[in-house]
């Protein structure tokens, strides 16, 4: 009985850091689009913690009982892609140009 609440208490705490995760994101995707370096360092700051956030949150489920959500976690990796592309594009826009 133990184990069952155990697993309830982690599967609720997954979904509350994705919740979170992703009022994160839409509030930084309703920002405008805003090229000064200080704000893309911070944005990218961001999206590093998210994307170590939600690391963290997959491989605690990933480590839980086989009974987990399968879309849950398929959703969470989606996410995880789409932050580590994000963060390539801003660090791309804060590297200084190169001469041809």
């Not at 801003?90 to 200084?96: C, K, S, T, Y």
């Amino acid at each position: 009985m133990v184990g069952v609440r155990v697993r309830a208490v982690n599967a609720a705490c997954t979904i509350l850091l994705l919740l979170d995760a992703d009022k994160r994101y839409h509030s930084l995707a309703m920002q405008p689009a805003n090229d000064e370096p200080e704000a893309l360092h911070a944005q990218l700051q961001e999206l590093r913690i998210e994307h170590r956030d939600l690391d963290d949150a997959l491989a605690r489920l990933e480590a839980a009982p086989p009974p987990y959500d399968e879309l849950l976690l398929r959703r969470m990796k989606k996410r995880k892609l789409h932050l580590k592309d994000r963060i390539a594009v801003v660090e791309r826009l804060l590297e200084p140009d190169e001469l041809a």
